[in-house]
DNA sequence: CTGAAAGCGCTTACAG
DNA sequence: CTGAAAGCGCTTACAG
């Protein structure tokens, strides 16, 4: 079963059969071959010729090189998407949904994860700008709009999550809930049931931030002050150690806590019950986006539709990738959330 | 700031810079920028030319196209990961660790979800044959080790999860814990903890099968008769169900279940507690894995190390990728399992 | 309509 | 040593 393809001497090249193998067996030019397995209907490939090629490349198990293939029509075919961590059950969701809409496309997804550090959105943005996707979703903790310029003049879309972009100078989509309508509302509840002293739990960077707008404006109105524990990460481990530090503080305890991501807020709970104390009775705990295990300990949280900001994000990404996709303006794209009332608070 | 690449009419193409405008910027050829650019030390070019190639790629922001690399050197430095779900959480927590190896070696990791079925992982095989990765780890439910017969034949190196390959005929290394023996031991606690009546739910396919095994061993042992539920998915909602069921059987009720991963395991105690059955005094629940909610929920369950299978399988991939790499026999690696008592049983 | 040539952006083997 | 040519495996624009 030898083509003729000369075995390489020094470079171990690779045994897969190429186009170049199928048309020699074929009798036919290496472009014939493209044709055949590319397109549905061949005029210029006689019926009998044409059988004969996918014939030979279904026996040679013949699969096109990706790389080469990507090369040479500036495509890939796949969708990145980048991620703070992987671990945070709340993104293999997104993942999801961005798979079930861009694999019917034909698109395969690749994740990157940034372990939420700056350098590590950095690497993302460079390892973007190599060829090797043909889109991006992402979430990013330090990065600004204005970050992703270069990505824009290249013409790569991109789909920005958790923010909305007032400026739309860029033409970078982005696709968010109102997190802090969302905070607001949990803040609101939690005063509703005669909490006075609530104190949120976030990180420095990330989606806290905006959410602890929410939440201060609610406490303000209210003529309550806000206690904000800042120095912690988006993890059960983080949100633990500030709710130590906060039963470790002199001065009366709060008697609610609001973790801005459910990691953080199931910390939380996990502190408070080592340290004794019932929740809601002792303590009252909400958490941010309704991950599959707030459900299952009964924590109070705002849904943040994961899956479908996934699917938004993909469907906005291949729209863009369409012919002309990319002459319409930037777009804001908002989803709604909603408030689930379990037994945390 | 033209340099010289011609606008080209039809075809929309990349406005990222290539080495061929760097060349033409510098007066050098296109080669001896991907010289100065791939090596640490260029004899061939003299010294001030080196440092104007540099500044000229820093300047114009050069980046380079990973698919023409790929295609060039035929290597892509990227693993693929092939899970069956990536809403499983013991999948990030292993992509983790073949991450946290892979990225100092130069590796990126790529995720292919399965989505659990045999027509996933199908299509992940045909998918693999793309040249998109350098080597493979995967975890499968459905295609045994002899339908990799291919990929190893195309000198691809492959790392199965989750099972050890007796034959070792194939060039494919295997790492996995002693699963019967874990089971065995979860249902030795059990019968330990005086339960007679132990049910096990488990899939079809995947995992289960192997540690259904172990807990079928044992039974048999203490001449206790087994109680396979089989008809479920890995998922919470299969573990659910799976409890419903049992739960509306006519007889004697189990007074443990045993699931076959931690998934199920949960699903199980959610439905005994909606059924308002207690955990463990009405009914034992042992699980398999020890994703992180095991903890939060008390499930006593069987550590399978995912962090450390994922490192060991990237440090496997990364020395068979080593040149005569592929020269030794194929390895059975096992790692330790730890059973962890907690308030479930 | 039909087919073979050009060329995507790189790396590396190989002439001067 | 020094540099330009060959060629990876494809797709597609463009001659006959």
Redesign the pocket.
Known sequence: MAYG?PV????Q??V?P???DIAAAAG????????V??KADT????GPTRARILKLAAELG????HP??S????RTMTLACVVPDITNPFYPGLVRGLQTTAAPAGYDVLIYDTDRTQEGERRALNWLRQGRADGVVGTFFHLQTADFATLARERLPVVLLGRQDVSRRLLIDHVFIDNAAAAAALTRLLIRRGHRRIAMILAEFGPGRVRAAGYRSVMREAGLSTDFIVDSTYSEEGGARAMQKLLSRKGPRPTAVFGANDMLAIGVMLAAREAGLAIPGDIAVVGFDDIPTAKLLGLTTARHPEFDLGALAARTLIERLQPGGMKSRSRNLELKFEIIERSSA
């Open positions: 393809r390489t001497s020094k470079t090249r690779s897969r190429t186009q170049k036919v030019s290496q472009a014939a071959v493209s044709m397995l590319n005029p210029s490939v006689p013949y699969r096109p090189n080469a293939r090369l040479r029509s500036a």
